[in-house]
């Protein structure tokens, strides 16, 4: 099942459960409205969250479902997100981490699923990242320009993998 465009932007929900049988969150679906808790059920089959899915919220907590394979452009812009985990590493989907995907939050630390092979424009810009990580079998063949600007990274090992570094995409930071 779908929840399609716009089809729950600018309301007030507070605290959002997805059922497992949700295979796509539609461009916009929770745009604008308060929401502090966001909960994807065991088992997803969540596939796909479109761009602006969850744009202007207040989401603290997030957990991404091994099932996702894209995350869309700005789909969890302008939250409050401080903890941001990918399920189990080996097993995830995600492919893509779309433009300005987690851009204004304030993620600290982070792993980087080996899965992932894109990390697009402004992905995680203005964070405060201060952990990186990304394990030595990563996938990662992109960051796109802006990707980790303004954040406090100071340690960072690249993968061999990653044949394009894009501009200003660690500017910024604290690395040494």
């Not at 949700?22 to 909960?39: C, K, R, W």
């Not at 990662?140 to 990274?153: H, P, R, V």
């Amino acid at each position: 099942s779908t929840i399609g465009e716009s089809a729950f932007s600018n309301n007030d929900i507070s605290s959002l459960r997805i059922p497992n049988s949700v295979t796509l969150i539609g461009n916009s679906a929770f745009y604008d409205n308060n929401m502090n808790s966001l909960t994807f059920e065991g088992d997803s089959s969540l596939s796909i969250i479109e761009n602006f899915a969850f744009k202007e919220n207040d989401i603290s907590s997030l957990r991404i479902p091994n099932s996702v394979t894209s995350i869309g452009i700005s789909a969890f812009e302008d939250n409050s997100i401080n903890s941001l985990t990918f399920d189990d590493d080996n097993d995830s989907s995600l492919s893509i981490i779309g433009g300005s995907a987690f851009q204004n939050n304030d993620i600290s630390s982070l792993r980087i699923p080996n899965s992932v092979t894109e990390i697009r424009n402004n992905a995680f810009e203005d964070n405060s990242i201060n952990s990186l990580i990304f394990d030595d079998d990563s996938s990662l063949s992109t960051i796109g320009n802006d990707a980790f600007q303004n954040n406090d990274i100071s340690s960072l090992t690249i993968p061999n993998s990653v044949t394009e570094i894009g501009n200003n995409a660690f500017m910024d930071n604290s690395i040494n």
